[in-house]
């Protein structure tokens, strides 16, 4: 019997500090999802405000109604993170067209030459994300795929323009077949957007954004 609970306690703590360790994506490659049982245990990641970054956003001198245009986008960006933390597909797929239709109706004549290129070269793929997302309502895993993407896109986004409000960078170090992959929250709380309910809370702030 001792044995067996000595056990079952080095493989719990093996799954805690995977979750929690803040270390390169690599270091977790090693672990395989598939073969780890699949429950709701919540695997809690704590930062201290210390170790969060906090990031100066590049142009402070946007056009009102380009920054309402790309706070809209951060909106409906948060929505589809919302949906896929509670396992709503057909909820990130509302989310995932309106971030396509605000991104074609964007009016790019609003930003400087300097502004529009960045903007361009973050939002080329963007749309593209989006659209998958709308598209594949009964598809969560796909979704989430599109999702990993979207949200690196949408961190360039907010590093250079704001989203109209203190945005936090958070990383999944189990996400993405054990390679990691990040998202962007309007609140420190951890929300896992890649697993859900399976592991809500498994996650940490790396960075603000003001």
């Excluded at 920054?67 to 909820?91: C, F, Q, W």
Aim: net charge negative; aromatic share 8%.
């Amino acid at each position: 019997m001792k044995k067996i609970f000595f056990s079952m306690l080095a493989i719990s703590a093996i799954v805690f500090a995977a979750c929690n360790s803040g270390g390169s994506k690599n270091e977790h490659e090693g672990h395989d999802m598939s073969k780890m049982d699949k429950d709701t245990t919540q695997h809690v990641a704590t930062t201290d405000d210390n170790d969060v970054k906090a990031v100066a956003v590049v142009y402070t001198n946007v056009d009102a109604n380009a920054a309402a245009s790309i706070n809209a986008i951060v909106d409906h960006y948060l929505h589809i993170k919302n949906a896929l933390a509670n396992d709503n597909p057909e909820e990130a797929a509302r989310g995932g067209r309106a971030i396509a239709d605000v991104i074609k109706k964007f009016d790019k004549s609003l930003l400087s030459a300097e502004q529009k290129k960045a903007y361009d070269e973050i939002t080329s793929e963007l749309q593209d994300h989006g659209e998958h997302i709308a598209k594949n309502a009964g598809d969560i895993k796909h979704q989430r795929s599109h999702f990993i993407l979207m949200s690196e896109d949408v961190y360039s986004l907010v590093k250079n323009f704001g989203g109209g409000r203190p945005l936090f960078h958070d990383h999944c170090p189990m996400a993405n077949d054990n390679k990691g992959a990040m998202w962007i929250s309007e609140v420190k709380e951890i929300k896992n957007p890649y697993f859900g309910a399976e592991m809500f809370k498994c996650g940490r702030v790396e960075e603000v954004i003001k």
